[in-house]
């Protein structure tokens, strides 16, 4: 027994060594203040998207961090709570659904990026992006595909993202229950999509993304 929990520990000391290899890439090239930025809400029918800009001090590994899908909500919830404690910056972007329907998501997506760095105290010198690469920001940085699952800074931010976006879905649970956002948090499940032809739409929907699914 003891040695199964002596494996599983080295087995993901290894795993968070490898996911600090970006981080340590950059800091080897003389950067100081290296940051991760991911988002969550690309994909839903209602409700903004959010992004976080986190920057964690350098070699602090957190047990269990990864990409903020792999995980349930109660070790999500478990792993923000460290992130806030223990990271030297955290900034948070957030754009709502009418402007998501002006610019479409993915400028949206950029957008809550660039806010989420100007919501940083500390400024990040170097950014580890998942996937995106932002213009006119003035920080070098590194498109990391699949990022929130290869870089512990991305992965921190993909939860930070995700947690404080299920926060303001499960308000707005509260003010539209009849769509059931507290369950779904606005993906397209098919007891959302029975909602909006039931009940229309409410003013937190994407038009451009519900289009398909109301009547006339």
């Known amino acids: 027994m003891g040695n199964s929990r002596k494996d599983r520990n080295e087995t993901e000391q290894k795993r968070l060594e490898l996911m600090s290899k970006y981080e340590e890439e950059a800091y080897s090239k003389g950067y100081e203040r290296v940051?991760?930025?991911?988002?969550?809400?690309?994909?839903?029918?209602?409700?903004?998207?959010?992004?976080?800009?986190?920057?964690?001090?350098?070699?602090?590994?957190?047990?269990?961090?990864?990409?903020?899908?792999?995980?349930?909500?109660?070790?999500?919830?478990?792993?923000?709570?460290?992130?806030?404690?223990?990271?030297?910056?955290?900034?948070?972007?957030?754009?709502?659904?009418?402007?998501?329907?002006?610019?479409?998501?993915?400028?949206?997506?950029?957008?809550?990026?660039?806010?989420?760095?100007?919501?940083?105290?500390?400024?990040?010198?170097?950014?580890?992006?998942?996937?995106?690469?932002?213009?006119?920001?003035?920080?070098?940085?590194?498109?990391?595909?699949?990022?929130?699952?290869?870089?512990?800074?991305i992965a921190a931010a993909s939860i930070v993202a995700k947690v404080t976006r299920d926060r303001i879905m499960m308000e707005y649970d509260k003010v539209h229950p009849e769509y059931g956002f507290k369950k779904h948090k606005g993906y397209g499940t098919r007891l959302h999509i029975e909602a909006i032809k039931n009940n229309g739409i409410c003013p937190i929907h994407r038009i451009g993304f519900v289009k398909n699914f109301i009547q006339g």
């Not at 409700?47 to 999500?76: F, Y």
């Not at 957030?94 to 500390?122: F, G």
């Open 35 to 153: 940051a991760g930025i991911d988002e969550a809400g690309r994909g839903p029918l209602a409700g903004p998207v959010v992004a976080a800009c986190v920057m964690l001090p350098r070699g602090l590994k957190i047990e269990g961090i990864n990409d903020s899908k792999k995980l349930t909500e109660a070790q999500r919830e478990r792993i923000y709570k460290i992130i806030l404690e223990k990271a030297l910056s955290v900034g948070i972007g957030i754009v709502d659904e009418k402007t998501i329907d002006e610019i479409n998501i993915l400028n949206a997506t950029k957008l809550a990026m660039k806010y989420s760095i100007e919501q940083m105290k500390q400024k990040p010198d170097f950014l580890l992006i998942d996937a995106v690469k932002l213009d006119d920001i003035g920080i070098p940085q590194l498109p990391v595909i699949k990022g929130d699952s290869l870089s512990i800074s």
